[in-house]
C-alpha cells in the first residue's frame, strides 16, 4: 500500500513539475519575444532617424532593386562636427559601385580638389568638395547637389548615398572595438581635440580617434591625396568587415544608435540586412581600387587637381562596366578645364 501511495505521489509531482517547467518555458519564450521586440524598436527607431530618401537617379528609367541590380552608393566623409550643419564639406568622397551578381565591388575616391564643373551653377567650375556649398546657397539640397556634380563628373548614375560626420565616424570605430591598419611610415598629427597622436610604421590597432586621424592624413604623406585616398580606403575596408561580422544584438544597437544621431542615408532600412548580406558574399579579391589619376594646376590662385579627359574616359568605363548602364547620349562636352573654357565660381 505504501509502495502505491508513493508511486501516485511520484506521479503527480512529476506532472506538476512539467506543468511548471512549461510555464516557466512559456514565459521565457515571452520574455524573449518582448526583448526582441523592444530591441527591433531601437533599432529599428535608430535607423530611421539617419534615412533620408534621395529619389531615383535622373540617369535611371526605374529604380533599382538592391537584391539583385548593380547599383553605386555615393559615401561622404563630412567636415562637420555635429549632424544638422548645413555649410559643410565633404572630407571624404567614394563611390562604390556594387554588382550583386558577380558578386564584385569596384570602389573609387575622388580627391576633394579635384577641378570639376559644379551642378546648378551655370557650367561654373570650383573644387568638387565645394559642391554642398553651392547647392546650398543656390537653393539645392547640398547632398543632391553633389550627387549630381559625382554623377556629371563620372558619367554614371549614383543610387544611394551615405553621409557620416567626424563624431559619428569615431563613436562607429570604438563600438565595433577598433580598426586594424598597417601604417606605411611613422607620422604625428594632431587629433579631431587638438591631442597630439602618435603613429608608428608596421600594424596598429586604431581607435576611433587615431583612425579618424590616420584617414584623414595628407600633408606628411609623400603621396598627397593620394597616399590619403589609399588609407581611406582600407579604413573603409576595415569596418565594412567588422559590420557584417557583428555578433551581439546589444553591440548592433549600440552601433545603429549612433548612426541615427551621426549619419544620413538614402538605403531604407528595411533594404540594410541585405546590402549587408550582399557585402558579406564579395570575397576580398573581387573588391577592386581604382586609382584616379590627376596632375597638379593652378586655377584662380589656388592648387587643384586635374583630371585628363583620357582618363577621365578610363574610370567611367571601369564603372559602367561594373553597373552594367551605358549611357543613352554619349556627352559631347568635354569636363576638364583644360579642354575648354567656363565660368569659375568662388
Known sequence: MQKKNKSRLDRVLKKRRQKWFKRLVLSGSFL????????????????????????????????????????????????ARKEGT??????????AA????KKSMKLVSIPRDTWVEIANTNGGKAKINHAPHY???????????TRETVENFLNIPID????????????????????????QRSFTIDSFGGKKLHFTEGPMHLDGEHA??????????????KGRNIRQQEVLGEI???????????????????VGENVKYSIKPTDIPSLLAIYREIPKNNIETITIQTTFERREGQSVEIVSDAELQRVSQILQ???EWEPKNQPNKKLMDSEYEVTSIH
Open 32 to 79: 524573449g519575444v518582448a526583448l526582441l521586440i523592444y530591441v527591433v524598436a531601437q533599432v529599428w527607431g535608430a535607423l530611421s532617424d539617419g534615412h533620408d530618401d534621395l529619389g531615383k537617379s535622373n540617369l535611371r528609367d526605374n529604380q533599382i532593386d538592391l537584391n539583385k541590380d548593380p547599383f553605386a552608393v555615393l559615401i561622404i566623409g563630412s567636415d
Open 86 to 95: 548645413q555649410n559643410w564639406r565633404p572630407d571624404v568622397l567614394m563611390v
Open 98 to 101: 556594387i554588382n550583386p551578381r
Open 135 to 145: 547647392g546650398y546657397t543656390n537653393g539645392v539640397d547640398p547632398i543632391k547637389n
Open 160 to 183: 544611394h548615398y551615405s553621409k557620416v560626420n567626424f563624431k559619428g565616424f569615431m563613436d562607429a570605430v570604438d563600438i565595433l572595438g577598433g580598426i586594424d591598419v598597417n601604417v
Open 212 to 225: 579618424l586621424a590616420y584617414a584623414r592624413m595628407r600633408k606628411q604623406d609623400p603621396l598627397g591625396d
Open 240 to 258: 565594412m568587415s567588422k559590420m557584417v561580422s557583428l555578433k551581439g544584438i546589444s553591440q548592433f544597437n549600440d552601433l545603429t544608435k549612433k
Open 321 to 323: 562596366q561594373q553597373l
